[in-house]
């Protein structure tokens, strides 16, 4: 009997997960095959005197939905954290998929002008405003919903989520390119994955509408308003800022080694566009595997231990491997820097989400916890594509991405000292955002 209750519970929970990560699947989803036909996207609407012009624009416009992502914490959190976090989920998706149908549907530069550009920025801003609580809504869901002793663990598949939705739009990408040769690809046939993507959404929120709320929201006995939430937020700005800087190594490590990686396999090493994604599946696979174990070996040991040696692995290392990397370009070698660079990125990350969960107050915990998420990654990951291409441009030197995954490591390990210092645990932050 004992036993078949547990295999009950654990088929419950893998529901429950399968159906809470759905929007974070199609955020990535759609995220990473904006960053890997950048080149095509950049020749249909924004054409400029330059490739590197065009490209520059391109990524400046999948940053700039980034930029939104700080007001959907705040406006789309407070909204979470009064309403109830099953029902701010399902907002979150449909806003989300109404971006992702603009981007699939419009038509290029050359058949509408500017109107073209601007409704994919449009579709791009939106999408941000949708994300910047996505992660915050499922993380915080998660960590509510989970056993003691299980909270990195289960946390972790907000993560291993996103791992799925590259794997699957790396597979549709190298598939195409062996159906189709690369001036079908650049005219009309990297729209098809974005298609599918739009086919994926009504079987995302059949299974989101099932959800129930978390046992932890409906016990709170006062839920507050915008105004409150804003104000108990501007009083624990440290713990902002803190998550902020957890934030910003794993926000860095990730946009480099997925959606900046299939630009920088073609662009900068040369390789084949059908190499560059299937290395880019692998790193997904790979991150799926780190994270979970991760997570759950950081409910076993602490999660200051994992943050602390893997933010300075990634400081110590990320640039070494990406010299080496560009001085021995293959196929093989992008594969084993990139693998390198993934068990840090998931290693860190297993147990960073759980951590920045535990940060903030429960009152207000989806918007604090989206606010700190969605300001590293506007600040830091979202640009990656753009400052890693830019770096390349104004240093000359084809290794320069990995000066900008130093600085995420160098986040990492600042954020990490000063969370824990003197070994307090960050559940012990007040809502004044000072060590209790």
């Known amino acids: ?77 407070a909204y979470i954290d009064r309403i109830g976090r099953r029902q701010g989920l399902i907002l979150t998706l449909l806003l ?3 971006g992702t149908v603009l981007i699939a549907c419009t038509p290029g530069h050359a058949t509408i002008g500017l109107l073209a550009p601007l409704l994919v920025l449009a579709g791009r801003l939106l999408q941000g405003f949708s994300a910047g609580v996505e992660l915050g809504g499922v993380s915080v869901y998660l960590a509510e919903m989970a056993r003691p002793g299980r909270k990195g663990f289960l946390v972790a598949w907000q993560s291993g989520s996103q791992q799925v939705a590259i794997m699957l739009a790396a597979a549709l990408g190298f598939a195409l390119s062996r159906v189709l040769d690369a001036p079908a690809i650049a005219a009309w046939g990297w729209r098809v994955p974005f298609f599918i993507g739009c086919l994926i959404i009504p079987v995302l929120f059949y299974l989101r509408r099932s959800l129930e709320e978390t046992p932890a929201f409906q016990r709170q006995a006062h839920r507050p308003g915008l105004r409150e939430v804003l104000g108990t937020l501007a009083r624990g700005w440290r713990i902002v800022l803190l998550g ?37 599946f692998c790193v997904g ?9 991760m997570g759950a070996l950081s409910d076993r040991i602490g999660r200051r231990s994992l943050l602390l040696g893997f933010s300075a692995l990634t400081m110590l290392t990320a640039y070494p491997v990406l010299a080496w990397l560009v001085a021995h370009a ?20 297993g147990a960073m989400v759980v951590a920045l969960t535990e940060v903030v107050p ?6 604090g916890f989206s606010l700190a998420y969605s300001l590293a990654t506007a600040l830091f990951g979202g640009f990656t594509p753009l400052v890693s291409t830019w ?17 995420g490591g160098a986040c990492g390990v600042l954020a990490t000292l000063l969370v824990y210092r003197r070994g307090e645990a960050v559940e012990r932050f007040t809502t004044a955002g000072r060590p209790a």
Request: proline share 3%; net charge negative; aromatic share 14%.
């Open 362 to 367: 429960a009152s207000v915990r989806t918007a």
């Open 96 to 98: 989300m998929a109404v």
């Open 391 to 407: 770096l390349i441009e104004a240093t000359g030197n084809r290794a320069a991405p990995g000066l900008w995954l130093t600085f």
């Open 330 to 349: 293959s196929f093989a070698n992008m594969l084993l820097a990139l693998l390198w660079l993934s068990f840090l990125y998931g290693s860190y990350n």
């Open 244 to 280: 902020m800087l957890l934030v910003a190594m794993t926000t860095v490590a990730f946009y480099t080694i997925t959606v900046y990686t299939p630009t920088f396999g073609r662009t900068v090493l040369h390789l084949s566009q059908a190499d560059s994604l299937l290395a880019t």
């Open 1 to 77: 009997m004992a036993e078949a209750a547990e295999a009950e519970r654990g088929s419950s929970t893998l529901a429950m997960v399968l159906r809470v990560t759905s929007g974070n699947f199609l955020e990535m989803f759609d995220f990473f095959l904006f960053g890997f036909y950048a080149t095509d996207i950049a020749h249909a609407f924004f054409p400029a005197g330059s490739q590197f012009a065009s490209l520059m624009l391109t990524f400046a416009t999948f940053g700039a939905g980034f930029l939104m992502r700080p007001l959907g914490a705040v406006l789309l959190g």
């Open 285 to 293: 696979l790979s991150n799926l595997i780190w994270l979970p174990v």
